[in-house]
């Protein structure tokens, strides 16, 4: 069965403190591996897609990496305005269809 | 620019009644997709079109239908509302290639009581 499983579940930081959201991922064939951030009450915003193992993306503060099994997003000194929940999703390689995680929720303290 | 916009924003349904939500785009995408979203389950797909005239199941159809009749358009059917179709409803489009992000819309939050 295709799965896609964030960890954690919610990360909280000190402005500053840099770390890295999970995304492992078990699908029959990967087309692509999407990183969105959603702030509440609003829909997704895209970040980044990763097509193959090995290939990395960056914007701002933010980092995506991908690997045959799993897809890392490090942040780099987070700032309160980085706090969200970061979805990341997979597109099927037998069809269009897409798989979300349930998501990182991420606060950055002042 | 609009982007993607959805109709209506916030609806109160009785179990059994029907409704349809409305999804449009200004960005010429041929891909639209609807999702839902509930606690702790994420985004999961309900049905995507590749292009007008068009539609496929994704993951969590049942219980839902849906049509594309223009490009810029795309709607969203619940026939006979139940509680559990309570949800947030999201809207995307993107470009015809597979690869390509999708632009979401606001959502839509739907309680069936």
């Known amino acids: 069965e295709d799965q896609v499983t964030q960890s954690p579940e919610a990360l909280r930081l000190q402005e500053g403190e840099s770390s890295s959201l999970n995304c492992s991922y078990t699908?029959?064939?990967?087309?692509?591996l999407f990183w969105y951030r959603q702030d509440p009450g609003k829909g997704p915003e895209f970040l980044f897609t990763l097509y193959s193992a090995g290939e990395e993306k960056e914007k701002e503060r933010l980092k995506a990496t991908l690997t045959k099994k799993e897809s890392f997003l490090h942040i780099t000194a987070p700032k309160p305005e980085d706090s969200a929940t970061y979805l990341c999703a997979v597109r099927l390689r037998n069809n269009n269809d897409m798989r979300f995680g349930a998501g990182t929720r991420l606060t950055v303290k002042p | 620019n609009a982007g993607v916009t959805q109709t209506p924003k916030f609806r109160v349904l009785k179990t059994g009644q029907s409704m349809t939500l409305l999804c449009a785009q200004d960005m010429n995408h041929e891909y639209m997709y609807w999702y839902r979203q509930d606690p702790g389950m994420g985004l999961r797909l309900i049905h995507y079109s590749v292009g007008e005239g068009t539609t496929a199941k994704g993951e969590v159809p049942d219980g839902y239908n849906v049509s594309r009749l223009k490009k810029q358009n795309f709607l969203l059917g619940l026939e006979s509302a139940a509680p559990s179709q309570t949800s947030v409803y999201f809207c995307?489009?993107?470009?015809?290639?597979?690869?390509?992000?999708?632009?979401f819309g606001p959502g839509t939050r739907l309680t069936v009581l």
């Open positions: 699908v029959s064939g990967l087309r692509g």
């Open positions: 995307a489009s993107s470009y015809s290639r597979p690869s390509n992000e999708q632009f």
